[in-house]
Structure formats: structure tokens, C-alpha cells
């Protein structure tokens, strides 16, 4: 281990390097910056990284043969940069990412991880974001460590010890937070819905936003739910100190939360920091469907931007413009399908704030589907819930019809016997 200025430690990246930044929240800002700095004197850095919150000048315009950015997962500071093809998007499911690393399809020269200060016996901790990091760092031939005294020390996988870091570079700074917004009437409806569906003992999956928080939100009077869930936010809080999420009747990892990352408000990282009940764990695990569906009653609360009349999911995409990433939907739905008395449930409002209808007659031209017509059972928006697993065409068909906004029912309708012949 070598304590080396910020600037001093990107001089350790070569240019043709295969770079792996921190995830999330942890994304340590202080080394991107001595990094955008090297622009001029670098070529051909390949940068990998699931998204980070914050700024990314490595991906601005004008840093083209510099850097080139390839994201597992596509968050808003690089989505102009992917639809302007300064920088690419990786299709894969994120049980995966991990073993891309560790495998060496592809291999690392470098990771830029953030952490917390050693404790007395030299062990630092990766924070909030333990994610596909562990395995970035345990493949890298060179790892450096922003360390950062205000990151939550947390519990699971992401415990290093200093010999495992190449260079430490010091630094003081609040991580990113995000802070939920209350829920529309919409969000709420749909909150609402997917609660419903929620059996108490269910263990959750929910991703980051206003639907997840609002579905959170409603299930106040459920009893001994479970976590076992990619990322979570600030909308479990509440839940656990109401003792509704005690995590008693999962069967593996009882009395725990099992997440790989977590991103939210100053009140998340107090909570989760020195917390040995919520368990960081490395995303081949948390993500790994054979694992997933050992919990009973696994509910997976996911979204689309848009669903076709058959029940094929475009979650990625806008049409041809990459807009987020497969993450962790697949790895969840099939969990849940598997789990005895899972549900696997896809969450959005019927329409776009443009007022479009997101259950569509065929998804729009160049859409990716993310999860098959054979993978979605329950399809919720604020006018109620299509259960279609098991369901032929026209029954799936009349239920989707049956959950869109009322004003595009009766032209969904026509196209269903334009397209496929179907009367619904």
C-alpha cells in the first residue's frame, strides 16, 4: 500500500488500459477527476462501470480518444453520451458482471474503487456498492482506493484488507444522495396494486424509485416480510423500524437484508453503516437465480418502459436509444417464478408523461426485449392487474387491454385483430 495524492495515483493508468470504476454512490469522484485530467497524454482507455452517480468527465465531448465508456448499466450522466455513441452499453444480465472479471472475458488492469478509512486490524470497507466491485477488485492487476471517512462501514463481502490496495489516495467528501419524491396519485395507485399482490412472509426485490417507494409505502400492515433485492433505497427504512420487514421466514440469510448496493439519502447510509443486519454481497450471489428462489414467496417488483399486447417487456430501450439496462430483471423474475409462491411483477403507469400508451400492439421499432412474453406473470399500472402466466394470446391480450388507460383500450382492441387476428 502506497498513500499517494489523487493525481499521483492516475498516473498508475497507462494508456490501452481495461479500467474498472466503483459503482453507484461510491463512484470515488476525487480519482475521476485526476483522471479527466490525464485526458491529453492518454489513448485508448477502456473504462468499464455498472453506473455512478455524479459527475463523469471522462465521457464529455472531446475525450473520445481518450477514454471510451462501456456500461453494464446506463445511468442518466452517461446516457447523452450512449445515444451520441461517444460511449457503448454491455447487454448482459448483472448475476454476470462478475464473472466477466473473474473469468477474464474481460480482464482488468486497473480498478478505481472509493472506501472506508482501516480499522485497527487494516480493514477497509467498500461502502455502499459491493455489487460487481468485489470481483473488479479481486481480477484487477492494479487496484487504488479513494479513502473517504465518510463512508459507511457495511457487513457482508466488501471487507478488504489495505495489502489488497495498490495506492490510497485521501479524500473527505459526502457521497451522492438521492431523495425520493412523495408518489403521484398514479405511483400511488400502482403502490397500492403491487401491495396487494404482496403476501406477508414474502421476501422483496424492488429497484430505486417513486413505484418501488410507493408500493413500500402501502404495505404498513403486512407482517414478517423478507429482503433479498439487488439495490434498495430509503423506502425500507420505515418498514423495519415498524418491525414489517424482520426477514424471520427467509431461509437463507434469516434476520438479515441481502443486497448487493444501496443508494438514497444521508439517512440510508447512517442506517446501513455498522449495521450487521443488512449484508452487502457480491452480485454473482445476491443476483444468482438458483439462490434467489430458495426464499419463500419471492416478490419482484420491476418495470418496463413499454409492454407489446403479448407481453414481451422492453425495459432497456426507447426504440433505438439506449435508455438504462437488462440489470438484474431477468435474474429476479425467473428467482421469483422458481420461489415456492413468488411473483414475479412488472410495475408502470399505462401511459408515458406525453400521454402515450406504454402497452402497445408491438413494441416500438429497434425496442430490446428485456423480459420474454414467456417470462411475465403480473403486469400492474394504476387501473389494476393482468395476471398472464399461463395465458393464451387472447386472454393475455383482453387482461393488458384491461389495465391501459382507458382512452387506448378501444384502438388497442382494433390492433389486436389487425396484427394478430384476435377479437378481444
Avoid: W
Avoid at 426507447?318 to 412488472?346: C, H, N, P
Amino acid at each position: 500500500m502506497k498513500e499517494v495524492s489523487a493525481l499521483q495515483a492516475a498516473e498508475a493508468i497507462q494508456s490501452g488500459n481495461k479500467v474498472f470504476i466503483h459503482s453507484i454512490a461510491m463512484a470515488p469522484l476525487s480519482l475521476i477527476e485526476a483522471l479527466a485530467a490525464r485526458a491529453p497524454e492518454l489513448r485508448d482507455v477502456e473504462i468499464y462501470q455498472i453506473h455512478t452517480e455524479g459527475p463523469a468527465p471522462y465521457a464529455e465531448p472531446g475525450t473520445e480518444e481518450s477514454f471510451r465508456v462501456n456500461n453494464f448499466f446506463v445511468g442518466s450522466n452517461m446516457r447523452k453520451a450512449v445515444q451520441e455513441g461517444r460511449a457503448d452499453y454491455i447487454p448482459c444480465f448483472l448475476s454476470e458482471v462478475p464473472g466477466f472479471f473473474r473469468k477474464g472475458i474481460i480482464p482488468l488492469d486497473v480498478a478505481l474503487i472509493q472506501v472506508s478509512p482501516p480499522d485497527r486490524n487494516g480493514y477497509v470497507s467498500l461502502g455502499t456498492s459491493v455489487d460487481v466491485t468485489l470481483a473488479a477488485v479481486q481480477s484487477a492487476g492494479t487496484v487504488i482506493a479513494e479513502v473517504n471517512p465518510q463512508v459507511p462501514r457495511t457487513a457482508g463481502d466488501g471487507n478488504l484488507h489495505v495489502s489488497q490496495i495498490d495506492f490510497f489516495a485521501e479524500a473527505d467528501r459526502p457521497l451522492p444522495t438521492s431523495v425520493p419524491k412523495a408518489p403521484d396519485a398514479v405511483q400511488q395507485k400502482i403502490g397500492e396494486y403491487v401491495a396487494g399482490l404482496t403476501d406477508d412472509g414474502a421476501t422483496l426485490q424492488m429497484g430505486i424509485g417513486a413505484i418501488p417507494n410507493a408500493a413500500l409505502a402501502a404495505m404498513t400492515n403486512h407482517k414478517d416480510l423478507g429482503v433479498h433485492t439487488e439495490m434498495f433505497s430509503d423506502g425500507l427504512i420505515d418498514l423495519v423500524e415498524r418491525g414489517v420487514i424482520t426477514n424471520a421466514h427467509k431461509a437463507i440469510h434469516p434476520r438479515h437484508i441481502v443486497t448487493g448496493f444501496a443508494y438514497g439519502t444521508e439517512r440510508l447510509y447512517d442506517f446501513v453503516d455498522q449495521n450487521p443486519s443488512v449484508r452487502f454481497l457480491d452480485m454473482a450471489y445476491v443476483n444468482n437465480t438458483n439462490v434467489i428462489r430458495k426464499n419463500p414467496k419471492v416478490t419482484a417488483i420491476n418495470s418496463a418502459i413499454e409492454i407489446d399486447l403479448t407481453g414481451q417487456a422492453c425495459a432497456d430501450s426507447i426504440g433505438t436509444k439506449i435508455y438504462s439496462g437488462v440489470g438484474g430483471q431477468m435474474d429476479f423474475m425467473r428467482g421469483a417464478a422458481k420461489s415456492e409462491g413468488g411473483k414475479a411483477i412488472l410495475a408502470m403507469a399505462s401511459t408515458t408523461r406525453h400521454g402515450q400508451s406504454k402497452i402497445t400492439a408491438r413494441l416500438t421499432h429497434g425496442a430490446g426485449v428485456v423480459s420474454t412474453r414467456a417470462h411475465v406473470h403480473y403486469v400492474v399500472t394504476e387501473h389494476g392487474v393482468a395476471y398472464l402466466y399461463g395465458k393464451p394470446l387472447r386472454e393475455r391480450m383482453r387482461g393488458l387491454i384491461a389495465v391501459a388507460a382507458p382512452e387506448h383500450r378501444a384502438e388497442l382492441a382494433e390492433e389486436a385483430f389487425r396484427h394478430y387476428g384476435i377479437s378481444v
